[in-house]
Protein backbone atom coordinates (compact mmCIF):
# COMPACT_ATOMS: atom_id res chain seq x y z
CA UNK A 1 0.00 0.00 0.00
CA UNK A 2 0.92 3.75 -0.64
CA UNK A 3 2.74 5.36 2.28
CA UNK A 4 0.56 9.21 2.46
CA UNK A 5 2.05 12.01 4.31
CA UNK A 6 -0.33 15.35 5.01
CA UNK A 7 0.90 18.83 6.22
CA UNK A 8 -0.23 20.47 8.19
CA UNK A 9 -1.26 17.70 10.92
CA UNK A 10 -3.57 20.62 12.45
CA UNK A 11 -3.64 24.27 12.89
CA UNK A 12 -5.52 27.06 14.27
CA UNK A 13 -6.72 29.68 11.83
CA UNK A 14 -8.52 32.69 11.77
CA UNK A 15 -11.79 33.89 9.99
CA UNK A 16 -11.05 35.08 6.61
CA UNK A 17 -7.49 33.52 6.35
CA UNK A 18 -6.99 30.65 3.81
CA UNK A 19 -4.62 27.80 4.34
CA UNK A 20 -3.12 25.02 2.26
CA UNK A 21 -2.50 21.34 2.73
CA UNK A 22 0.17 19.13 0.89
CA UNK A 23 -0.45 15.55 0.68
CA UNK A 24 2.56 14.03 -0.54
CA UNK A 25 2.92 9.94 -1.79
CA UNK A 26 5.65 7.54 -1.48
CA UNK A 27 4.83 6.31 -4.88
CA UNK A 28 3.08 7.45 -8.31
CA UNK A 29 -0.53 7.14 -8.34
CA UNK A 30 -3.26 7.75 -11.04
CA UNK A 31 -6.19 9.09 -8.56
CA UNK A 32 -6.02 11.31 -5.67
CA UNK A 33 -8.69 12.53 -3.92
CA UNK A 34 -9.76 15.31 -1.38
CA UNK A 35 -12.48 14.34 1.53
CA UNK A 36 -13.74 16.15 4.19
CA UNK A 37 -14.88 14.66 7.49
CA UNK A 38 -16.84 17.49 9.87
CA UNK A 39 -17.12 16.78 13.61
CA UNK A 40 -18.67 13.36 14.07
CA UNK A 41 -19.87 12.97 10.53
CA UNK A 42 -18.64 10.81 7.82
CA UNK A 43 -16.60 11.35 4.82
CA UNK A 44 -17.14 13.67 2.02
CA UNK A 45 -15.59 13.94 -1.30
CA UNK A 46 -14.40 17.24 -2.43
CA UNK A 47 -12.98 16.77 -5.02
CA UNK A 48 -10.65 14.22 -7.41
CA UNK A 49 -7.06 16.04 -7.91
CA UNK A 50 -6.48 15.52 -12.27
CA UNK A 51 -2.86 15.65 -13.00
CA UNK A 52 -2.02 18.27 -15.61
CA UNK A 53 -5.69 19.38 -15.44
CA UNK A 54 -8.19 21.11 -13.88
CA UNK A 55 -9.68 18.97 -10.74
CA UNK A 56 -13.12 17.94 -10.97
CA UNK A 57 -15.29 18.91 -8.02
CA UNK A 58 -19.01 17.37 -6.43
CA UNK A 59 -21.71 18.71 -5.84
CA UNK A 60 -21.74 21.93 -3.58
CA UNK A 61 -17.87 22.30 -4.02
CA UNK A 62 -16.28 24.88 -5.86
CA UNK A 63 -12.99 25.73 -7.30
CA UNK A 64 -12.87 29.27 -5.79
CA UNK A 65 -13.22 27.94 -2.60
CA UNK A 66 -11.06 25.04 -2.70
CA UNK A 67 -8.66 25.30 -4.99
CA UNK A 68 -6.49 22.03 -6.00
CA UNK A 69 -2.92 21.89 -7.57
CA UNK A 70 -1.96 18.58 -8.71
CA UNK A 71 1.90 19.09 -10.54
CA UNK A 72 2.89 15.47 -10.32
CA UNK A 73 1.80 11.85 -9.59
CA UNK A 74 3.18 12.09 -6.10
CA UNK A 75 1.59 15.23 -4.95
CA UNK A 76 -1.41 17.94 -4.61
CA UNK A 77 -2.02 20.77 -2.15
CA UNK A 78 -5.83 21.93 -1.33
CA UNK A 79 -6.34 25.46 -0.21
CA UNK A 80 -9.25 26.31 2.01
CA UNK A 81 -9.84 29.92 0.76
CA UNK A 82 -11.31 32.76 2.84
CA UNK A 83 -12.38 30.64 5.93
CA UNK A 84 -15.19 31.08 8.41
CA UNK A 85 -15.45 28.41 11.35
CA UNK A 86 -18.19 26.19 9.30
CA UNK A 87 -14.96 25.14 7.60
CA UNK A 88 -13.61 23.54 10.71
CA UNK A 89 -12.90 19.72 9.78
CA UNK A 90 -10.56 17.21 9.21
CA UNK A 91 -9.81 17.18 5.62
CA UNK A 92 -8.07 13.88 4.11
CA UNK A 93 -6.10 12.90 0.90
CA UNK A 94 -6.28 9.43 -0.60
CA UNK A 95 -4.88 8.08 -3.19
CA UNK A 96 -5.90 4.51 -5.31
CA UNK A 97 -3.58 1.89 -5.31
CA UNK A 98 -3.47 -0.66 -7.48
CA UNK A 99 -1.26 -3.74 -5.97
CA UNK A 100 -0.15 -7.18 -7.36
CA UNK A 101 -1.29 -9.78 -7.38
CA UNK A 102 -4.57 -8.08 -6.96
CA UNK A 103 -4.98 -5.36 -9.75
CA UNK A 104 -8.37 -4.50 -8.19
CA UNK A 105 -8.59 -0.99 -7.06
CA UNK A 106 -8.24 0.23 -2.96
CA UNK A 107 -8.41 3.58 -1.88
CA UNK A 108 -5.33 4.39 0.62
CA UNK A 109 -6.20 7.68 3.17
CA UNK A 110 -3.37 10.32 4.94
CA UNK A 111 -3.50 10.94 8.39
CA UNK A 112 -5.48 13.84 7.63
CA UNK A 113 -5.29 17.60 8.72
CA UNK A 114 -7.41 18.57 11.58
CA UNK A 115 -8.61 22.66 10.95
CA UNK A 116 -10.30 24.61 13.03
CA UNK A 117 -11.43 27.86 12.39
CA UNK A 118 -11.88 30.63 15.02
CA UNK B 1 -29.89 8.39 -5.28
CA UNK B 2 -27.08 6.27 -4.64
CA UNK B 3 -27.13 6.14 -0.61
CA UNK B 4 -24.85 3.88 1.74
CA UNK B 5 -26.47 3.27 5.16
CA UNK B 6 -24.90 1.89 8.00
CA UNK B 7 -26.32 0.36 11.45
CA UNK B 8 -25.81 0.70 14.36
CA UNK B 9 -24.75 3.80 15.05
CA UNK B 10 -22.53 2.76 18.08
CA UNK B 11 -22.36 -1.08 19.44
CA UNK B 12 -21.02 -1.83 23.05
CA UNK B 13 -19.70 -5.13 23.69
CA UNK B 14 -18.28 -6.85 26.05
CA UNK B 15 -14.85 -8.58 25.41
CA UNK B 16 -15.18 -11.88 23.51
CA UNK B 17 -18.96 -11.25 22.48
CA UNK B 18 -19.36 -11.43 18.57
CA UNK B 19 -21.43 -9.20 16.99
CA UNK B 20 -21.99 -7.69 12.90
CA UNK B 21 -22.03 -3.95 11.52
CA UNK B 22 -24.72 -3.29 8.92
CA UNK B 23 -24.01 -1.91 5.86
CA UNK B 24 -26.95 -1.30 3.23
CA UNK B 25 -26.46 0.31 -0.04
CA UNK B 26 -28.49 1.34 -2.84
CA UNK B 27 -26.84 2.56 -5.66
CA UNK B 28 -27.15 1.72 -9.27
CA UNK B 29 -23.88 -0.05 -10.57
CA UNK B 30 -21.58 -1.37 -7.77
CA UNK B 31 -17.67 -1.50 -8.45
CA UNK B 32 -16.84 -2.20 -5.19
CA UNK B 33 -17.94 -2.34 -1.20
CA UNK B 34 -15.01 -1.08 1.01
CA UNK B 35 -14.62 -1.40 4.88
CA UNK B 36 -12.24 0.79 6.67
CA UNK B 37 -11.01 1.46 10.62
CA UNK B 38 -10.79 5.07 11.47
CA UNK B 39 -9.47 5.73 14.89
CA UNK B 40 -9.79 8.90 16.80
CA UNK B 41 -7.99 11.70 15.63
CA UNK B 42 -6.48 9.41 12.70
CA UNK B 43 -7.09 8.61 8.63
CA UNK B 44 -9.21 5.63 8.11
CA UNK B 45 -7.66 2.31 7.65
CA UNK B 46 -8.45 -0.36 4.80
CA UNK B 47 -9.65 -3.13 5.59
CA UNK B 48 -11.35 -4.99 2.70
CA UNK B 49 -13.16 -4.19 -0.70
CA UNK B 50 -15.73 -6.75 -2.03
CA UNK B 51 -16.66 -7.01 -5.63
CA UNK B 52 -19.76 -9.36 -5.97
CA UNK B 53 -22.51 -10.73 -4.15
CA UNK B 54 -21.68 -14.16 -2.38
CA UNK B 55 -17.64 -12.33 -1.63
CA UNK B 56 -15.80 -13.03 1.69
CA UNK B 57 -12.66 -11.93 2.81
CA UNK B 58 -11.23 -12.13 6.29
CA UNK B 59 -8.80 -10.63 8.39
CA UNK B 60 -7.98 -11.26 11.77
CA UNK B 61 -11.23 -11.45 13.99
CA UNK B 62 -12.85 -9.60 10.69
CA UNK B 63 -14.87 -11.39 8.09
CA UNK B 64 -16.94 -9.23 5.82
CA UNK B 65 -19.29 -10.71 3.40
CA UNK B 66 -21.41 -8.85 0.53
CA UNK B 67 -25.08 -9.42 -0.65
CA UNK B 68 -26.88 -7.74 -3.53
CA UNK B 69 -28.45 -5.04 -1.31
CA UNK B 70 -26.03 -5.27 1.90
CA UNK B 71 -22.23 -6.14 3.48
CA UNK B 72 -21.78 -7.11 6.90
CA UNK B 73 -18.92 -6.66 8.91
CA UNK B 74 -18.48 -10.06 11.58
CA UNK B 75 -16.17 -9.30 14.45
CA UNK B 76 -15.53 -12.73 16.17
CA UNK B 77 -14.17 -12.47 20.07
CA UNK B 78 -13.51 -8.51 19.79
CA UNK B 79 -10.76 -7.50 21.89
CA UNK B 80 -10.74 -3.87 23.53
CA UNK B 81 -8.18 -3.16 20.78
CA UNK B 82 -10.96 -3.62 17.83
CA UNK B 83 -12.54 -0.27 19.06
CA UNK B 84 -12.68 2.20 16.69
CA UNK B 85 -15.49 3.66 13.87
CA UNK B 86 -15.80 1.46 11.23
CA UNK B 87 -16.85 2.86 8.23
CA UNK B 88 -18.50 1.36 4.43
CA UNK B 89 -18.25 3.21 0.99
CA UNK B 90 -19.38 2.35 -1.86
CA UNK B 91 -17.55 2.59 -5.17
CA UNK B 92 -20.44 2.89 -7.73
CA UNK B 93 -20.30 2.66 -12.18
CA UNK B 94 -16.98 3.72 -13.94
CA UNK B 95 -14.82 5.82 -11.58
CA UNK B 96 -13.19 5.36 -8.01
CA UNK B 97 -14.76 8.17 -5.80
CA UNK B 98 -16.47 6.46 -2.40
CA UNK B 99 -19.88 7.04 -1.53
CA UNK B 100 -19.19 6.82 2.85
CA UNK B 101 -22.37 5.72 5.16
CA UNK B 102 -22.17 7.08 8.08
CA UNK B 103 -20.23 4.62 10.26
CA UNK B 104 -20.73 2.19 13.22
CA UNK B 105 -18.90 3.51 16.40
CA UNK B 106 -17.61 0.00 17.80
CA UNK B 107 -16.74 -0.28 21.63
CA UNK B 108 -15.54 -3.56 23.32
CA UNK B 109 -15.65 -3.49 26.89
CA UNK B 110 -12.77 -5.55 29.00
Known amino acids: SAVISQKPSRDICQRGTSLTIQCQVDSQVTMMFWYRQQPGQSLTLIAT?????????ESGFVIDKFPISRPNLTFSTLTVSNMSPEDSSIYLCSVEGRTLPHPNNEQFFGPGTRLTVL | EDQVTQSPEALRLQEGESSSLNCSYT??????LFWYRQDPGKGPEFLFT???AGEEKEKERLKATLTKKESFLHITAPKPEDSATYLCAASIGGNEKLTFGTGTRLTIIP
Open chain 2, 27 to 32: VSGLRG
Open chain 2, 50 to 52: LYS
Open chain 1, 49 to 57: ANQGSEATY
